[in-house]
């Protein structure tokens, strides 16, 4: 695709050498039990997986003509290998040096078609195209890349040295992340669910410090990204293209598409020159620039039966905001006029994170206690001054002639509504007990005892003030309260040696209601072949648009305008339930 | 002409009593037989060799019930040799000698304090709490090394299938008290806790890195142990009540590893019921072969091609062995009623061999034999090449045996784990730096 942002830019023609020619090294070299080298000198380990997903939807999508129910929005195949060299005698003694490298290629299934075609359609009947949205397969989902390459080395006692593209993962909550943002996450081709976040989270260039105090119980780790990463490592990156798992009523929206041929004001003047995209992301922004430094300290360590680590991050938020040109709003947003002529552009200021995490056994209940308090300064909100108008579309159907009410187009995203950006300060409260439950061994034949896990998530914008309308997510209306509270729970039990893995992870927004139900099992097949069916279902309470609200043919479309007062996570989700199959071969 | 008396003789079944008399002396030698080293004991000659005596005692009195019902019904064969005690390490003895006074039993809290190096306790089968002190040696003066770094193979064995997969860890464990002084070094590095352990997958790919950090105190506070998921690169800490829960996939608990892996005073209560001469395996040596093709080929100790899948190979040699039979009763939710441990009898040596575990209607669910070997400098050289690397210093001759090969048998669940030793290394001078949290960390990349 190439011409639409960075986050989204074609293959890198390097890496994708670099990643064919290790696919073809298992021809050449017989992969071992992994880690028979462990004890051979200089060894080198070769490892990975061949892993399918087949993913069907449970539910029709009301975006499309046609009954999507039991039809697959996921047929997707990946080759990851992980090599690993070791040497054992250099100047400042054995180092090792390790590259992960993954292949992802998908089929296009009709459901897919039918959405990339929506999103070929335009957008909004404003004639949006040429985003990722209308070139699914590559612009989305198939991928090739060095995922990490770095160096481990230990130059003088108790330093080790982890130099390179990697994961530093910070923090104890599940699910959801408090302390756990030195990364973002690529959420377009699986949500959350995903069992293994490493897979979905986005490393990054950084110098990984840690010193071994035994004498204080614990470590000191310092991380420095120097700033090489590429824009789109850099943040969370969300399906803002109307594929598989684009939010409820926005599938085959592509906010990241062009506007072709402009929107004339009535003197016949462009309002919007031709090709403008709509919405870009712009890593480059004074707020948060991928080019700046970024770095973090941490201790961690054990205070009588307690283990605990202090943490100080300063990075990008995760989650961007939205940044509205001032030439439709109107409205004196941020200061910052979009990169590159968009309408709208995404970015992820920068923000400061302290961190606070304990965790203990405790004997009296046989439980372990966790808890995790997050202060963040500056963490950015998008909000609005006026919930009920829609300050783009009447800016944009003022400006091109149509007589009021200025409801013509539905454009309405959060933050091109005249509020911009506001930060505030928050507080990330978690809190989570494991227990493991013997009786399951009684009840239910369990090999092991059942691990049952409880966690309460609590986000405080501190000097909340209710007027300001801090908007929940971009291109949902619905306000954010002072306290948004979410409760999860897991249930893992196991059978025969673990080869028989059932899971329960349930979720419940208890601010804004709405749940969530994944069970799933696991197979271990022998050393070499595990399968997973997984069903995801979404219990949501309020919707972006009703039934009775949306258009017939198109979510997209004319009148009436939504009530998007009320849609909250949950919400977003809705109507995404699916069935998953995946098999994996590992060597 | 047969004389009255010849007459009488026949009547009264003289004749008879004398065959029964030359067949009784033609016959008794073959069932009272010393059997010779070498000799195969299975289900086909059980029935014949069980009176038989090897050094002098009958086969019978030396086979542990559990070992007759599995050579009955589970295929077990046992080859004999001739029982051979190995020199102790001298620096053990002396270690014994200078602190084993110091060392002081509580029996209102069947708790310990004052241990330093060497043996805890001289075994006195009429002390009450002897069965405690037996356990509180093997506690404390554990063998295998006192720095040990033990890559090995976890083989999951199906009675019915065979050997159903295959995971390598790695045993990281720093001992900090009960160090030799050899050296000038000092015998306890920290006086709270008795050992760190670092314990954790290596492979198949996508376990690799889970593992545990396990700090045991020296105090009866459970343990404080964290767990790897790799899936989220992220350490979990784990309840301390898991000590009784399985290791994850394998067929031992937690309070397994090593046969007894718990502070005895965790249990109810260690009875010493006796001595007794029992077969074991305790001079078994280091013996996996890499590069093998098929996995019969790479772990012979283990007879992976013949049913039950799970059984010691004929390599194993079995010898008489004097032990302490101790009985455990752990506390009530241990998935075991009962526990039977068997420990040598040499007051230098704490070696536990063999354990039981017994449900809770008291029929045997678990047996577990530690197919043990000498690691010194001297016999080094006796183990497949490159499998074991002895200590370079005296300070670690504590390593009076290692476990080439551990069996874990569920005889409920048909299924049984073997430990397999790919490597002993006892030379490694790490300190507790090196075993760590963050150490399970960098593990898990």
């Known amino acids: ?587 | 002409m047969l004389s009255k008396t010849t007459l009488w003789a026949r009547k009264s079944g003289i004749p008879l009593l004398a065959g029964m008399a030359l067949c009784v002396m033609t016959h008794v030698p073959a069932l009272a037989a010393e059997l010779p080293p070498g000799t195969i004991i299975n289900k086909a000659n059980l029935d014949k060799v069980m009176n038989d005596t090897f050094q002098g005692k009958t086969i019978k009195s030396m086979l542990l019930p559990s070992q007759e019902y599995q050579i009955r019904n589970w295929a077990l064969q046992m080859k004999l040799r001739k029982t051979y005690l190995h020199p102790q390490s001298k620096g053990f003895i002396a270690a014994t000698k200078k602190y084993q006074k110091d060392v002081k039993f509580d029996p209102k809290t069947r708790e310990v304090t004052g241990y330093k190096a060497g043996m805890p306790f001289e075994i006195d089968p009429a002390d009450k709490y002897a069965g405690d002190k037996v356990i509180w040696n093997y506690y404390y003066a554990h063998q295998g090394g006192r720095t040990q770094h033990v890559p090995h193979s976890w083989l999951l064995v199906n009675a019915d299938t065979g050997l159903e997969r295959r995971q390598d860890w790695l045993w990281l464990r720093l001992y900090m008290k009960g160090r030799l002084e050899n050296g000038g070094a000092k015998p306890v590095l920290d006086e709270t806790i008795v050992s760190k352990t670092l314990f954790f997958v290596t492979a198949p790919y996508d376990l690799r890195g889970i593992g545990l950090f396990t700090i045991r105190y020296d105090s009866p506070k459970l343990e404080d142990s964290w767990v790897y998921v790799k899936s989220v690169r992220r350490t979990r800490r784990l309840s301390g009540g898991a000590w009784v829960d399985p290791v994850d996939g394998l067929d031992s608990l937690y309070d397994e590893i090593w046969l007894i892996n718990a502070r005895p005073s965790w249990y109810t209560s260690w009875k010493l019921l006796g001595k007794k001469t029992i077969f074991v395996v305790a001079n078994s040596k280091m013996d996996w072969v890499k590069g093998a093709t098929t996995p019969e080929q790479e772990f012979p100790l283990v007879d992976l091609k013949n049913w039950p899948h799970w059984n010691p190979s004929t390599v194993n040699e079995w010898e008489p062995r004097e032990v302490w039979e101790v009985e455990g009763v752990p506390p009530s939710y241990h998935p075991h009623a009962r526990k039977m441990v068997y420990a040598h009898t040499d007051p230098n040596d704490p070696t536990v061999y063999i354990s039981e575990g017994y449900d809770k209607e008291n029929k045997l669910w678990k047996y577990i034999q530690y197919m043990l070997g000498p690691l010194d400098k001297t016999n080094a050289g006796q183990h497949r090449a490159g499998n074991v690397i002895p200590s370079t210093s005296d300070d670690e001759a504590q390593s009076l045996s290692i476990t080439p090969m551990g069996v874990y048998i569920d005889f409920k669940r048909r299924h049984a784990s073997h430990h397999y030793c790919r490597l002993w290394d006892v030379s490694a001078t790490f300190g507790p730096d090196k075993v760590t949290l963050g150490a399970l960390e960098a593990a898990g990349k």
């Open chain 1, 1 to 587: 695709m190439g011409k639409i942002t960075a986050s989204g830019s074609c293959l890198n023609r390097v890496p994708f050498l670099s990643v064919l020619s290790l696919l073809l090294l298992p021809f050449f070299c017989t992969p071992v039990f992994a880690e028979e080298g462990a004890e051979r000198p200089n060894a080198f380990n070769l490892g990975g997986y061949i892993r399918t997903w087949a993913q069907m939807n449970l539910q029709d999508e009301k975006a499309t003509k046609e009954n999507d129910r039991w039809d697959f929005n996921m047929l997707r195949g990946s080759i990851l290998l992980d090599a690993d060299q070791k040497i054992d005698k250099t100047p400042i003694g054995p180092v090792s040096f390790k590259v992960i490298a993954r292949l992802d290629r998908e089929l296009m299934t009709n459901y897919l078609r039918r959405l990339q075609d929506l999103s070929r359609s335009g957008i909004n009947q404003l004639g949006g195209t040429g985003g990722p949205g209308d070139n699914m397969k590559e612009d989305i989902y198939d991928k090739a890349e060095i995922r990490e390459w770095y160096v481990d080395m230990a130059p003088f006692e108790r330093l080790q040295l982890r130099i390179g593209k990697q994961q530093v993962v910070w923090g104890e909550t599940d699910f959801f992340r408090a302390m756990d943002v030195v990364h973002g996450y690529d959420y377009r081709w699986r949500m959350f669910m995903e069992p293994e976040n490493e897979e979905l989270r986005k490393p990054l260039i950084m110098l990984n410090a840690r010193v071994q105090v035994p004498e204080l119980g614990g470590s000191l780790q310092l991380l420095l990204r120097p700033g090489f990463d590429r824009d789109k490592d850099v943040g969370n990156t969300y399906d803002v293209n109307g594929g598989r798992y684009s939010l409820s009523s926005l599938k085959g929206l592509d906010f990241n598409s062009f506007l072709k041929n402009g929107l004339k004001a009535a003197d016949g003047s462009y309002l919007v020159p031709p090709n403008t995209q709509i919405v870009a992301y712009n890593k480059r922004h004074p707020d948060g620039d991928v080019n700046d430094p970024t770095y973090g300290v941490r201790w961690a360590g054990q205070a009588g039966p307690i283990s605990y680590t202090l943490n100080y991050l300063k990075t990008f938020s995760n989650d961007p905001v939205e940044n509205t040109t001032t030439r439709i709003a109107g409205y004196p947003l941020n200061g910052v006029e979009p990169a590159n002529g968009a309408l709208i552009e995404l970015i992820h200021p920068k923000i400061d994170v302290f961190g606070l995490t304990l965790n203990g056994y405790v004997p009296l209940v046989d439980a372990v206690f966790s808890t995790e308090v997050v202060f963040t300064r500056d963490q950015p909100y998008n909000n609005q001054i006026d919930p009920s108008s829609d300050i783009v579309s009447t800016g944009i159907e003022q400006a091109m002639g149509f007589p009021p009410p200025y409801d013509n187009f539905d454009f309405y995203i959060p933050g091109t509504t005249g509020g911009g950006v506001i930060k505030k300060n928050k507080l990330t409260t978690m809190l989570r007990m494991d227990k493991t439950i013997a009786l399951t061994q009684q009840l239910l034949g369990t090999s092991k005892p059942g691990f049952f896990s409880v966690q309460m998530i609590d986000e405080w914008i501190l000097a909340f003030r209710k007027n300001e309308n801090i908007i929940d997510l971009l291109s949902f209306g619905a306000p954010q309260r002072e306290h948004s509270t979410m409760l999860t729970s897991i249930l893992a039990l196991s059978y025969r040696n673990e080869t028989i893995n059932p899971m329960l992870a349930f979720g419940w927004d208890m601010s804004y209601q709405g749940t969530f139900f994944f069970p799933s099992v696991e197979f271990v097949l022998g050393n070499h072949w595990r399968a997973r069916l997984e069903a995801n279902f979404f219990f949501n309470q309020h919707e972006k648009w009703s039934d009775a609200e949306r258009p017939a043919t198109h979510p997209i479309g004319l009148n009436p305008r939504p009530n998007e007062t009320s849609a909250h996570l949950m919400d977003y989700l809705s109507n995404n339930d699916s069935l998953l199959f995946r098999l994996t071969y590992q060597f």
